[in-house]
């Protein structure tokens, strides 16, 4: 079954400096990879997602991800954070090729900014 | 196009009493997914539902059940509550088939407190 780990339960920045969350997953195989956010008192939102094109992702509000097979990772970058951007990240991984579609979660980083 | 949509939005609930919790996914998205969010687990997969089947079901006892009607709508169930029961419950709808690439769009949630 796939895993995935999230380092780090809370991250802190300052607005304006770059934001690093972690991700990393367990598969021989490749799988699809996901970021969602998550906003107090809401549902996930999706962020980005990986599905075996370019390695390197975009996605909204200025965020993006690096696939990187050789490190089993996925991590989610943005150069400038915002206090808006203060919420739970989650990352989230589903097998590629017959494998469970069902997605598995991370445990979720909070990211907080400080102004 | 709505989102996908959750009632009641909040809930409080007394230990041993049941309780229905209903979802309506995004036109189109025949599966529907439920989560159990707790600070202390995370986001754990309960069941999923597509074309009123159930097709996956995540590691919870028999009190955690669910239906889907014909117009993807769907209800979980929780009997004999306790008080480890209390969590955000998030639904997800996708239009997935059985490809792990498809994206989920997450509900508000309903909050359930049991006491």
Known sequence: ?115 | KAGVTQTPRYLIKTRGQQVTLSCSPISGHRSVSWYQQTPGQGLQFLFEYFSETQRNKGNFPGRFSGRQFSNSRSEMNVSTLELGDSALYLCASSLAGTSGAYEQYFGPGTRLTVT
């Open chain 1, 1 to 115: 079954a796939q895993s995935v780990t999230q380092l780090g339960s809370h991250v802190s920045v300052s607005e304006g400096a770059l934001v690093l969350l972690r991700c990393n997953y367990s598969s021989s195989v490749p799988p699809y990879l996901f970021w969602y956010v998550q906003y107090p008192n809401q549902g996930l939102q999706l962020l980005l997602k990986y599905t075996s094109a370019a390695t390197l992702v975009k996605g909204i509000n200025g965020f993006e991800a690096e696939f990187k097979k050789s490190e089993t990772s996925f991590h989610l970058t943005k150069p400038s954070a915002h206090m808006s951007d203060a919420a739970e990240y989650f990352c989230a991984v589903s097998d590629q090729g017959g494998g469970s579609y069902i997605p598995t979660f991370g445990r979720g980083t909070s990211l907080i900014v400080h102004p």
